[in-house]
């Protein structure tokens, strides 16, 4: 026998398999804030823009053309949808602690690619609002730059630190999790793409009563200003200078006083196109009227022009005004009237707020007495309710309720989401049960 055979005692001990270390407590707890922080901040703004991919896709038009990057606008859709899904199904990762090593780093070379992007945004301001988090919170282009440090320095700490706490969820079924999420953000984005944001975060609400230049303020709310030996001065309406004073009207100014409400951000103004006159009151006068609004009118097909006439025809049979409002050229107007046949009026009003008052290109407004009662993208209207024509011009919209919509996705969501945890974690129940008999 060898000498280390005569001696047991020197036989090395067969190596036992050594657990995960337990991290502290307080480490696992600041890495569960910091995905709560991280997480929740991807997981808003993915959701924001899920909501809204129109207001992404032309915020994603803004970036490219200040960047000069003209020749990637046939993108921005298909950039609108993948980037609302991808953060927030990114963010739910984080938050869940999914895949815990892949999230981290992934929101991090997304955190390095934008940061410096925003840091020049803020420094040129060649986009005024960098829509993180669409019309649902604004910010500065210097509050999302630091926003975006802070998020960076926190998913570098995840890259770290993310495996000193588990994951909600286990690896097996990761990737329904995953799936589940995916099919969450992308009916987000096909209702607020194809008919209308299922929460609406701009002024133009269903329900507001659309004001105009005229009707926001009376003539109290104003000064008058009339100039006289190169001298400027403000007058109130009761004490303005007669004609023959020697005073020069020069310009009308609203007063600089708490007590006068400034134009509102419902308020619009409506141009005849051929002319420039302001016929906001004019229009807006119908007991009844249906907007057709058309923000990019170069980009619009020949083929809705059709279903716009239809439409036409539609309204005029139940006796409601119609009215196309644009911001297009007069030259694209000319056009569009030739072409499409319109026997509608075209008026022209702001880019923007066109674009705000309802989602599309096409987009219908149905208002009443001034108020928006619906409104809804064209291609989102059956062409068999028109052909029809037994429906109102008011129920022609009925059938889309935001609110209904998004409740039943949210409980949709939330009910999955328990079944798989349930599912995966039950195990888990019966070891601690186990683990307590055993200890009585």
């Known amino acids: 026998m060898t000498k280390e055979q005569n001696n047991p ?12 270390p337990q991290h502290p407590l307080w480490q696992r707890l600041v890495v569960a804030l910091v995905r709560m922080l991280v997480g929740g901040t991807f997981l808003i ?64 070379l997304i955190m390095m690619y934008m940061t410096p992007l925003t840091l020049w945004l803020a420094v040129t301001n060649a986009v005024p609002d960098c829509g993180c988090f669409g019309d649902m919170i604004a910010l500065s ?39 589940v999420l995916f099919v969450f953000a992308l009916s987000l984005c096909i209702h607020g793409y194809f008919t209308q944001p299922l929460i609406d975060f701009r002024p133009y609400k269903v329900g507001t009563t659309l004001a105009t230049n005229a009707t926001s303020h009376n003539e109290n709310d104003y000064v008058f200003v009339y100039e006289k030996d190169g001298v400027e001065k403000e007058f109130a309406l009761d004490s303005v200078p007669d004609d023959d004073s020697g005073w020069n009207y020069v310009d009308r100014r609203t007063k600089n006083s708490a007590n006068v409400v400034e134009r509102p951000k419902d308020a619009i103004t409506i141009a005849a196109w051929d002319n420039g006159d302001d016929v906001s009151d004019e229009m807006l006068a119908n007991n009844e009227l249906l907007l057709i609004l058309i923000p990019e009118m170069d980009k619009v097909s020949v083929a809705y022009t059709f279903r716009i006439n239809e439409l036409n025809e539609y309204a005029n049979q139940h006796g409601v005004a119609v009215a196309g409002l644009t911001s ?69 919209g009925s059938d889309f309720v935001p609110g209904d919509i998004l409740k039943s996705n949210l409980t949709s969501l939330i009910v999955a989401l328990l079944l798989v945890l349930i599912i995966n974690r039950t195990h888990l129940l019966f070891r601690i049960k186990r683990r307590i008999k055993k200890e009585k």
């Not at 129109?54 to 038009?61: H, I, P, R, S």
């Not at 999914?98 to 992934?106: D, F, G, N, Q, S």
């Not at 706490?165 to 079924?173: F, I, K």
């Not at 674009?355 to 209207?381: E, F, H, Q």
């Open 45 to 108: 703004s993915g959701f924001a823009k899920a909501i809204d991919p129109w207001g992404t896709y032309y915020k994603l038009n803004d970036y490219l053309m200040a960047l000069g990057w003209e020749s990637m606008l046939g993108l921005t859709t298909f950039g609108a949808f993948a980037l609302a899904i991808v953060e927030f199904v990114l963010g739910a990762m984080i938050v869940a602690g999914l895949c815990r090593r892949i999230a981290p780093l992934m929101a991090t």
């Open 328 to 396: 297009g050229t007069d030259e694209q107007i000319a056009e569009w009237n030739d072409i499409a046949m319109a026997h509608y009026p075209l008026y022209t009003a702001d880019g923007s707020e066109i674009k705000m008052i309802a989602r599309g290109n096409p987009a219908i407004v149905y208002m009443r007495d001034r108020k928006i009662v619906w409104k809804r993208t064209l291609m989102s209207i059956d062409a068999d309710d028109l052909h029809d024509g037994e429906q109102s011009i008011e129920e022609l």
């Open 141 to 179: 282009n210097w509050a999302t730059f630091f926003k975006n440090i802070a998020l960076l320095a926190g998913c570098i700490y995840l890259v770290i630190r993310n495996k000193r706490l588990m994951s909600v969820y286990g690896p097996a079924v990761q990737w329904i999790v995953l799936f």
């Open 9 to 20: 005692q020197e036989t090395p001990a067969p190596q036992q398999q050594s657990e995960q």
